[in-house]
């Protein structure tokens, strides 16, 4: 998606299942060394109420994937050494010669997008209800192949049919839900390492005191967490030059948006961890949309 020419992206909808209740997404920043955005582990249910929120809104940050150097939106830079550890950029760790993504005072890192996913309904039959097991947490096939994905029929996560439309990495599974229908909307705290609400399973918060992303959920809705429910969601632009000025480029896009549902035994990405061959090959391959 050119952001010259869209701000905003209807995705497929999602099937969420007990089984399958987390939900985790990731986006290339293009150009760029090896820089994305999204959001991972976030459970859409209501635990006060044990149903499926109705909607939520989550606004995301930049991250760094920490397999290419680089300082600035370019797409030709050389790899790390050593991979390292996936960062979220902020104000303080920016690269420091360029200030890219900072706001105009130049003091914080403003949200570069928004994810919004409206409960569609139940399906009258949801997918087949199965809690994959993998012995790592890392992306499958490579973006740079011109093939979709493949799974074993009970190894097979619930991925947004969206992937389907480019030369996306499969996930495997994590886990949430929720749903309802939604008339306010209320503010809840972004999640940190510590205090977390406990909507959010414990691993998927991080160690590392950075906040990871900024939600808005709507009032729980009557569909009990136990049913199949369906979510729509629709990607946001926020990453624009009066609100990320310094050398924003004339070609700002993002790769294709990859949602996944998925169990608590997998992780697409998180804070802190070194990232997969698959995030690897979304953070640094230029994909036109």
């Not at 370019?74 to 050593?82: G, H, I, W």
């Not at 130049?106 to 199965?130: D, K, N």
């Not at 008339?183 to 809840?188: N, Y």
Request: proline fraction near 12%; hydrophobic fraction near 30%; charged fraction near 15%.
């Amino acid at each position: 998606m050119f952001n010259s020419q869209a701000q905003q992206q209807t995705l497929p909808s999602l099937n969420v299942t007990s089984d399958l209740p987390l939900i985790s997404s990731i986006t290339m920043i293009a150009p760029s060394p090896d820089w994305f955005s999204g959001f991972y582990d976030f459970d859409p249910r209501d635990p006060s109420s044990n149903t499926w929120y109705g909607e939520f809104i989550i606004e995301t940050y930049p991250w760094d994937a920490g397999t290419e150097t680089g300082d600035s939106y370019s797409l030709s830079n050389d790899p790390e050494p050593t991979n390292v550890p996936i960062l979220r950029l902020d104000e303080e760790t920016v690269p420091q010669s360029t200030g890219v993504f900072l706001s105009q005072d130049g003091m914080a890192v403003l949200p570069v997008a928004e994810w919004r996913c409206t409960l569609l309904t139940e399906p009258e039959s949801g997918p087949p209800s199965f809690s994959p097991s993998f012995e790592s947490p890392s992306l499958e096939p490579s973006m740079k192949q011109p093939q979709l994905p493949s799974f074993p029929p009970s190894e097979s996560p619930s991925l947004e049919p969206s992937m389907k439309q480019s030369q996306l990495p499969s996930f495997p599974p994590s886990q949430r839900p929720s749903s309802a229908s939604s008339s306010s909307l209320s503010k809840l705290p972004t999640y940190l390492p510590s205090g977390a609400p406990s909507a959010l399973p414990s691993e998927s918060v991080p160690e590392t005191g950075r906040q990871v992303f900024d939600l808005i959920a709507s009032e729980s809705s009557d569909i009990d967490s136990s049913k199949t429910v369906e979510y729509t969601c629709t990607f946001s632009n926020l990453w624009t030059e009066e609100r990320h000025p310094t050398l924003y480029p004339n070609q700002a896009h993002w790769s294709p948006m990859v949602v996944v549902a998925h169990s608590g035994g997998y992780t697409m990405w998180s804070d802190g961890t070194l990232a997969s061959g698959g995030v690897e090959d979304v953070a640094e391959v230029r994909i036109k949309n």
